[in-house]
């Protein structure tokens, strides 16, 4: 196997900060963006997909068992992350987005129970994209969301399982993940970390006063990455994430 060029990458879209990591996300990786609640997990997590189908015209699937489809694209035309109408149309004709409610709805239509094995749900409806649009990058929102769904017995045994079936399809994954606040590992079984290619940690700074929000790539296999973590601001005029480099 060569090694992964930088077209081939997807990039986090974060200004200054993909060229400092080769170019992004090497393709078929299962990456997680993990942040204490309210850190913008999910919406660096749809600038990605967005600018993946408008810069790189990419089949995206944006899953989220958390927000329903319209208050995503909402908190996105809010955030300035569209440039125009034409553009919310050019994007979201690549940008699938997948619901709770829509979910369970596909699933329940063939007589099934409400007794739902989520994870096996949300593997069938990837495959089911991949196979009728084709799908290049996917967003799961969130880990944390299919934990409250799920009855997972043997979370370990479950969740290698999933993001091996994940993996499998052959798609660019971002799962979010909500980090418990008493331990330091980046999901909340504690096996995501390992069982993930690659880590963006979102998180707040307290400790000078102020209460800003940084970005570090924890970990990222195969890439070349900076450690350090740095401020992340979202510039509305400029339709971006950026990194301030000091
Ligand atoms: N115009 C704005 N510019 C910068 N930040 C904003 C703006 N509007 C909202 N925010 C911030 O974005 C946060 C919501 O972003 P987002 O939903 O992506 O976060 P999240 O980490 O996914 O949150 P949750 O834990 O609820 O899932 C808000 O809590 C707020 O702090
Ligand atoms: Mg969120």
Not at 116 to 144: H, Q, T
Not at 166 to 178: K, L, M, N, Q
Request: hydrophobic share 40%; proline share 4%.
């Amino acid at each position: 196997m060569g090694v992964i060029s930088t077209e081939e990458r997807i990039p986090l879209n974060v200004h200054n900060l993909d060229p400092a990591m080769e170019g992004g996300v090497p393709p078929g990786f299962i990456s997680l963006i993990c942040g204490h609640a309210g850190t913008m997990k999910s919406s660096v997590a749809f600038n990605i997909l967005a600018n993946a189908a408008r810069k790189q015209g990419r089949r995206c699937l944006h899953i989220t068992l958390e927000q329903h489809r319209d208050h995503l694209i909402r908190h996105a035309s809010k955030l300035g992350m569209f440039h125009g109408e034409a553009d919310v149309d050019r994007v979201m004709e690549l940008v699938s987005v997948v619901d709770l409610a829509t979910m369970r709805r596909e699933m329940t239509e063939g007589g099934k129970s409400e007794e739902m094995d989520w994870p096996a749900a949300i593997v069938r409806a990837i495959k089911n994209y991949k196979e009728a649009f084709g799908c290049d990058v996917i967003v799961l929102d969130s880990l944390a969301a299919l934990y409250a769904l799920s009855n997972f017995e043997n979370p370990r045994a479950q969740l290698f399982h999933f993001f091996e079936k994940v993996r499998e399809v052959g798609a660019t994954a971002f799962f979010i993940s909500e980090m418990p606040t008493d331990r330091n590992v980046f999901g909340l079984h504690g096996v995501e970390d390992f069982l993930s290619d690659g880590i963006v940690h979102l998180k707040v700074d307290y400790s000078m006063g102020g209460a800003d929000l940084y970005i570090g790539i924890v970990k990222m296999r195969e890439t070349k990455h900076p450690r350090s973590y740095h401020p992340l601001i979202w510039v509305k005029e400029q339709h971006r994430f950026e990194i301030v480099t000091g």
